[in-house]
């Protein structure tokens, strides 16, 4: 897997890799448990083990450590959603994306800059590198999902509600976005492209789009 581009993409690895540990020692600590029954207490003859009612301690551990397993990893998963869904104060670039059937829209309102597509190719985001990016995603129409695989994130655009993320571009680079949400038939036709750019390279490419605006 390339390295994610954006720092809250390694929020969300740290979490899945936390969580890919902790399922390999549970699972760890169940087969050794089978492991040792079936060993401990294989058949040895034909008379009867203890009738036993039960073990009150063992019974308190196995329905104790569950829920607390399970509480560890809900606490971790609330911590990194809310590092990934935070929101910076004062992002360095704000660019708006409006999805419809079936394409993209992306403004600039700082810059007055707009990329719209004309049916055919595939509109472009340039973006500087080193900066944190204020992604505002609307639709149109029907739902859809904004996602680039290499920012490890995935946000969805729903009718009536305005969803904020940022993402801070550590590299420099071109990645291929999709829409991840089926949104009819031609839901193949929305893939779009990110290149993050050095900044001088961001700041020629605004002046060119004004220009040819």
């Known amino acids: 897997m390339p390295d994610p581009v954006s720092d809250q993409g390694h929020d ?12 390999l020692v549970v699972g760890a600590v169940v087969w050794g448990l089978i492991i040792y029954t079936l060993l401990r207490f294989r058949r040895r003859n034909d008379e009867l083990p203890g009738q036993g009612p ?3 301690k063992a019974e308190l551990a196995y329905s104790a450590l569950p829920v607390l397993i399970v509480a560890v990893l809900f606490g971790f998963t609330v911590l ?9 104060g004062r992002p360095d670039l704000r660019v708006e994306v409006v999805a419809f059937q079936w394409s993209w829209e992306f403004r600039y309102p700082d810059q007055g800059v707009a990329v719209t597509t004309d049916g055919v190719s595939v509109p472009r985001v340039v973006l500087p590198a080193g900066s944190t990016v204020r992604f505002t995603l609307t639709t ?5 999902a904004f996602w680039v695989p290499e920012f490890l994130m995935k946000r969805d655009l729903i009718q009536g509600v305005t969803n904020d993320v940022d993402v801070t571009l550590s590299e420099e680079g071109t990645w291929r976005g999709r829409c991840a949400e089926f949104c009819g038939l031609y839901h193949w036709r929305m893939p779009f492209d990110v290149a993050s750019v050095p900044p001088d390279e961001f700041d020629r490419w605004v002046v060119e789009q004004r220009a040819a605006a």
């Open 140 to 144: 149109k129409d029907v739902n859809h």
């Open 80 to 88: 990194t959603q809310e590092r990934v869904t935070a929101v910076s």
């Open 12 to 23: 969300v690895l740290d979490l899945w890799r936390g969580s890919v540990l902790a399922a």
């Open 54 to 56: 039960g073990n009150v």
